[in-house]
């Protein structure tokens, strides 16, 4: 059973950082692409950033270009998502997002698995 399980949200002000971790269990790690989206009360559900799974590439939303940073790591099973200089709008609900081959996605859709997300709050 394919399980991913976000960690390291939390309440942070304005300017900080946060590093988030999504542990991945029940699939061959190396064979899938990984992703993270985000929601925030009220709104849709929108990509963030997603890495190949030979992390030959990553890419980002518009939003988060330059502030936040995807890696993988293949030993740990473990994809990470280093979020700097957090603004307020950044608050929302952070998914894991899994999809097996070779391509890295920003649609919803194409992603096999989700994890339960980790809340990030940004106070201004």
């Known amino acids: 059973q394919v399980q991913l399980v976000e960690s390291g949200g939390g309440l942070v002000q304005t300017g900080d950082s946060l590093r988030l971790s999504c542990a991945a269990s029940?699939?061959?790690?190396?064979?899938?692409?990984m992703g993270w989206f985000r929601q925030a009360p009220g709104k849709e559900r929108e990509f963030v950033a997603a890495i190949s799974r030979r992390c030959d590439y990553s890419f980002y939303a518009d939003s988060v270009k330059g502030r936040f940073t995807i890696s993988s790591d293949n030993a740990k099973n473990t994809v990470y998502l280093q979020m700097n200089s957090l603004k307020p709008e950044d608050t929302a609900v952070y998914y894991c997002?899994?999809?097996?081959?070779?391509?890295?996605?920003?649609?919803?859709?194409?992603?096999?698995?989700w994890g339960g997300g980790t809340q990030v709050t940004v106070s201004s």
């Open positions: 997002v899994a999809d097996y081959g070779p391509r890295a996605w920003s649609l919803a859709s194409e992603y096999d698995y």
């Open positions: 029940g699939l061959t790690f190396s064979g899938y692409a």
